[in-house]
C-alpha cells in the first residue's frame, strides 16, 4: 500500500471511492475536483494498492485562514468497502500527517489542533482517538443523516 499525494490524474478514481463511501451524498465527481483545486487549504493524499488502484483518500482542510498555529479538520476519510478493515484508514492519517506538517513548517507554521465531525454511530471514532487522540467534544443533534459528534485532538505533536 502506497500513501501519496492526490493529483489531478486521480479524479476520477478518487471519485469512485467517494461515491462507495458516501452513499447519501451526491456529485462526487464534482466534490473531490472542486475541493482538489483549493490547494494548500484542502490537501488530499490517496491510498493505493500494488496494482495502482486508489482505495481510499483523505482530505484535510485548513480552517480560519492560514496561520501560524493550524487547525487542520479530517473533512473525508474514506476506503473502498472491500478493503475496510485492513488498516488503510489509519495509515492514511498516519503517513499523510507528516508531510502536511513539513508544507506547513515550509511556510513557517506548526500544527496546533485537528478536529473531525462524523456521525455519533461511525466506529471511525476508533481510528480517530487511537492515530490522532481525538475526544468528543460535542453532539450535534440532527445534523445530516443522523447525530454527529465533534472531535478535537488537541495539542499534537508529529514526528517527521
Known sequence: MNI????????EKTAKVHEAAFVRQMLSHEWIESNSKAYPRVQYYVAENME???VG????VQKSG???EVVLELEQLAVLPK???????SRLIKESLPQINCQLASRGAKLKHIIVTTRADNHAQKIY??????????????LYSA???????????IST
Open 4 to 11: 501519496r499525494p492526490f493529483n489531478h490524474k486521480d479524479i
Open 52 to 54: 495502482n488502484k486508489i
Open 57 to 60: 483518500y483523505i482530505q484535510w
Open 66 to 68: 492560514f496561520r501560524q
Open 83 to 89: 478493503y475496510q478493515g485492513k488498516g488503510i484508514g
Open 129 to 142: 482517538q487511537k492515530t490522532m487522540g481525538a475526544r468528543v467534544e460535542a453532539t450535534i443533534k440532527n
Open 147 to 157: 447525530d454527529e459528534v465533534l472531535m478535537v485532538a488537541r495539542n499534537i505533536q
